[in-house]
């Protein structure tokens, strides 16, 4: 059968872990050709800097080659179906990866494909990021269960509920901060330890790590203004990461808007991590399609 990475709950703890753990083998010793000849159908909604470029270097580091589809070239622009879609890839590609808007549609794309379908961020999840970053947090930390881990902003949106997700298996504390309307869905929390407050100083208190992530996410923009003016009591600055742990580190899984969900002097600062974390996009999707795609 074969084996997509849909959402996080898609992999157990173990095997979570376990890609971690590849994933940190593979940074050590990046050029190793595991899928030689293999090719990666890159399918793009939405625009991409890092996932675009970590997956196909990342294919091109495994001996093979990432192919990149944007929306407005392939035919499922002009009405081509998902599955038809997926059912012709399949035919020429040893796996896809996607970046969509709908979290059905990419759920439709993997229920029709011969081959792994790899989820590069929908409306509802982004899991390769959530994989990237707890390896961040444990190559810096040592550790992962009993972290504190405080997400601030848009806790409803796409990271957020990875971290939720990929955070509880882990043993992670994840606790959101963030207004009211933009409080993850409850079955977002299902099986989870995770604590919601819209007291952002109450959030960060005492947390390992502070997370943020942009106020208006791809698809949200005709919300800009409400959202930008709801959020604002929770951007992350020097005087909330204060409330952290001493040592605690900040982490945005970029773009990043300097001034709005975080200030310069944090992004650029000495507990940013920001750029480990796009490396590690790199390591974890090799570990990822390695696992995968051979
Ligand atoms: N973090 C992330 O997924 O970045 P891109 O939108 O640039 O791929
Ligand atoms: N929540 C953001 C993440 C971008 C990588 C978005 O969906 O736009």
Redesign the pocket.
């Known amino acids: 059968m074969v084996r997509h990475f849909l959402s996080d709950d898609d992999f157990t703890k173990e095997e979570t872990e376990r890609l971690i753990r590849l994933a940190m083998d593979l940074k050590a010793r990046p050029i190793q050709p595991l899928l030689p000849n293999q090719t990666l159908a890159m399918i793009f909604a939405?625009?991409?800097?890092?996932?675009?470029v970590?997956f196909e270097v990342g294919m091109t580091q495994l001996g093979g080659q990432g192919l990149y589809l944007g929306m407005n070239d392939i035919q499922l622009k002009r009405g081509e179906s998902i599955a038809d879609t997926a059912r012709t890839l399949s035919r020429y590609v040893n796996g896809i990866m996607a970046?969509l808007f709908a979290h059905a549609d990419i759920v439709e794309l993997a229920k029709n494909s011969e081959v792994p379908v790899i989820n590069?961020?929908t409306d509802t999840y982004?899991p390769?990021?959530a994989l990237a970053d707890y390896m961040t947090v444990y190559e810096r930390k040592g550790r992962l269960a009993g972290l504190k881990l405080a997400f601030l902003g848009d806790g409803g949106n796409n990271?957020a509920n990875s971290l939720i997700r990929c955070g509880a298996k882990l043993g992670v504390d994840v606790v959101i901060g963030a207004p009211k309307a933009f409080w993850p869905k409850k079955e977002m929390l299902k099986g989870t330890k995770t604590k919601v407050t819209d007291k952002p100083k109450e959030a960060v208190k005492g947390a390992d790590v502070i997370y943020t992530d942009v106020w208006v996410s791809?698809g949200d923009e005709a919300e800009a203004a409400k959202r930008k003016e709801m959020m604002k009591p929770y951007q992350v600055n020097g005087a909330l990461m204060k409330l952290a742990k001493k040592d605690a580190i900040f982490m945005h899984?970029?773009?990043a808007h300097r001034g709005e969900e975080v200030t310069a002097e944090v992004i650029d600062g000495p507990h940013s991590v920001v750029f480990d974390q796009?490396e590690n996009?790199l390591h974890a999707q090799k570990a990822l399609m390695v696992t995968l795609m051979r």
């Open positions: 939405k625009p991409s800097t890092r996932t675009r970590s970046r590069g961020l982004h390769c990021q990271v791809m899984c970029l773009p796009a996009r």
